[in-house]
């Protein structure tokens, strides 16, 4: 077999004048990052792999394979084992960092028409399955074996919805996890070894045309705790279906595309092909894992020559969340409504509005409601600097993906967020991508609502701004009292995050004490303090960033919203404070003009946090800070407005009340 490159992934990466380190045998092949913390292993016969960090097992060895066209790969005397490795770094038009290094270590073990590819970065490791033979691809194995003493964090769905990512994170001691035979684990998977501090969040990325990793069933072995694969199958017929209430009997329009059959296979393959990547996030501590980069570093890049300058990311003015200004649904979804947010935005330089579910009708996106005129409203955001994105269920857009893209972008919208996918397999995998390609095409932004975490599709599409996969703010309509929604804002920095950027929507004004909310679909609020929903602005990870509550409601805030209006939703760096899943989260980020915001949010505990500033490098800097005021605990909307001094180094400390949160902005 012709070895690869490295792949398509990294097709526009320099091999430079690097030496690869590793150990090569016909049974036995490993490869170390450049800095030689991590290693990962690869056994031929059978068909095996290991991860290491710092010499110490985090992932024991697992058996893995695949079967194409019948014929299992499973292992064997490999035809030649090669090296190779990565350099340099490439500049981001779209992320939490200016740049990304590339630096990487690798190994292709070739058994002839077929081989697995290693990987091994400073800040992760990685396998993947690569092929020649053209024919279907009727499953994968890719199991992962962690210590039984691990801690895990983790997301579990229905297996009946893979796909649908939007439960409340759990956690529970490796030894103690088990088969739920309705229930899938869905990625991130985050769990701390206990040596050390080492923690590993398990990823795919570079997916096409390819359905998700999950884990389904789970086995207590002598080994460790095996997490067994599980793959949605190929769709063989669908149909287009309302949802819920009188959509159930609509025959144009729609909202999902569901899944009648399905074939026996996961995917196709034409040869040659790449699969997924199998990747390993490796870091000393939880709060290390939002400095990674092998999501973003090992998926394919942009085509050579392609032109994403044009995109914009911002901060939205959203509709849906707040009940069109608090009027609700269909009282609210008028011209008039609109042209208040749009005249709202361009007052306080919001760079978009979203025009949510009943901008058309009956879920027809050819047909609008006669009470919004879109083209007037369009046009009129467009005059006055304001970028509307429309909001429309899948069910209007497959099938029909340059033809939407090419109408939309002629009649002056800048975007979609695109609903209700709800799917794992590789054909709504090959939709996402198809309709990131007719967009870019056309130049229009794009926002996944209702799908799985990203997969690297966001560097190959740097239109592609957010994707959800989360359990966000809108939950919040129709929360539950027992929910604890603090606990679920920490555990996703840690998990969903290690993804990818997230459409988790903060920004309530409405703040409620632990236990006190019960939700409300007109005048929802938050569980927290105001300055727990202020530090989400530069926390969480999101280029298309919703503001979800009503201008009514900020202008009444005015001095907490414009600043959370004026945060930076893309970086040039990150750095991890501290924290861990269950207990808090803390971030630094370096702003596009040298400024740096700070940002810490707690689960229901109160609690005290220190961090250094070295962060900021030398001098004196302002820091104008939000933070808890004394009472917030109990009156969660109050907090405290104040600027200092802060010298390059100096250490600062916060008291977070339960549910509470800070941020600061540091300029020089």
């Known amino acids: 077999m012709k070895m690869p490159t490295l792949a398509a992934t990294i097709a526009a990466f320099a091999i430079v004048g690097c030496s690869s380190s590793g150990t090569f045998n016909p049974n036995e092949s490993s490869v170390v990052s450049p800095d030689g913390k991590n290693e990962i292993r690869l056994y031929s016969n059978p068909l095996a792999y290991e991860v290491l960090r710092d010499g110490v097992a985090v992932v024991a060895k697992t058996e893995i394979g695949m079967k194409v066209g019948g014929v299992c790969l499973n292992g064997g005397k490999p035809v030649k084992v090669v090296s190779g490795c990565v350099g340099g770094e490439v500049g981001t038009p779209v992320y939490k960092k200016r740049a990304v290094s590339l630096g990487a270590n690798e190994v292709f073990v070739d058994f002839g028409d077929w081989g697995v590819r290693l990987a091994a970065r400073n800040d992760g490791v990685a396998y993947r399955f690569e092929t020649e033979k053209t024919s279907v691809i009727d499953c994968e194995k890719a199991d992962v074996t962690i210590p039984k003493s691990a801690r895990c964090w983790f997301n579990r769905t229905g297996r009946g919805s893979l796909g649908c990512e939007e439960t409340v994170p759990e956690f529970a001691e490796a030894s103690a996890l088990k088969t739920d035979a309705g229930k899938a684990i869905y990625l991130p998977f985050v769990y701390s070894t206990g040596v050390d501090g080492k923690t590993v969040a398990v990823v795919d990325t570079d997916l096409h045309d390819y359905p998700i990793w999950n884990f389904g069933d789970i086995e207590q072995t002598e080994g460790g705790t095996k997490l067994k694969s599980l793959f949605a199958k190929y769709p ?203 967009c870019a095409k056309h130049r229009m932004l794009v926002d996944y609502h209702g799908a799985y975490r990203p997969v690297g599709l966001h560097r190959t599409y740097p239109n592609v701004l957010n994707y959800e996969g989360i359990h966000g703010l809108e939950q919040m309509k129709w929360g539950k009292q027992k929910k604890d929604m603090c606990y679920n804002d920490v555990a996703c920095f840690f998990l969903r995050m290690t993804s990818g950027p997230m459409d988790y929507t903060p920004g309530a004004m409405d703040n409620y004490k632990i236990g006190d909310y019960r939700g409300n679909g007109t005048n929802p609020g938050s569980v927290g303090t105001r300055c727990h929903q202020m530090a989400l602005m530069a926390l969480y990870e999101a280029p298309l960033q919703m503001l979800s509550d009503s201008p009514t409601k900020y202008e009444r805030n005015m001095e ?58 030398s001098g004196e800097w302002k820091a104008e800070i939000f933070r808890d005021a004394d009472d917030a605990g109990e009156s969660p909307t109050k907090y405290v407005h104040e600027t200092k001094t802060v010298k390059a180094g100096e250490e600062m400390s916060f008291h977070m009340a339960s549910g509470g949160g800070f941020i600061v902005k540091f300029s020089k």
């Open 560 to 617: 907490c919203f414009a600043f959370m209006a004026k945060t930076p939703v893309v970086w040039d760096d990150t750095v991890g404070l501290g924290g861990c899943p269950e207990s808090f989260a803390a971030v630094a980020r370096k702003a596009k003009d040298g400024s740096w915001y700070a940002a810490a949010i707690a689960n229901k505990e109160a609690r005290d946090f220190a961090f250094k500033t070295c962060f900021l490098g």
């Open 236 to 438: 063989k017929t669908t149909e287009r279906v309302g949802g819920w209430g009188k959509e159930k009997g609509l025959q144009k329009g729609g909202r999902w595309v569901k899944v009648k059959e399905t074939e026996e296979f996961i995917a196709k393959a034409d040869a040659p092909r790449t699969l997924p990547w199998r990747a390993f996030a490796l870091a000393d501590s939880p709060s290390k894992l939002c400095e990674a980069d092998i999501s973003y570093a090992l998926a394919t890049p942009a085509a050579k020559g392609a032109d994403f300058s044009w995109v914009k990311p911002g901060k939205v003015a959203w509709d849906w969340w707040n009940a069109f200004d608090n009027k609700g649904d269909p009282k609210g979804c008028t011209t008039e409504t609109y042209v208040r947010f749009i005249d709202f935005a361009a007052k306080t330089g919001v760079e978009y509005v979203i025009f949510d579910e009943g901008w058309s009708a009956k879920l027809n996106i050819w047909e609008y409601s006669p009470k919004v005129d879109v083209p007037y409203l369009i046009d009129y955001a467009n005059k006055k600097g304001v970028g509307i994105i429309l909001w429309m269920a899948w069910a209007q857009v497959y099938g029909e993906e340059e033809k939407v893209a090419e109408h939309f972008s002629k009649l002056g919208a800048k975007g979609f967020k695109v609903d209700f996918m709800d799917r794992a397999d590789a054909e709504v995998a090959d939709f996402l991508e198809k309709f990131a390609a007719a």
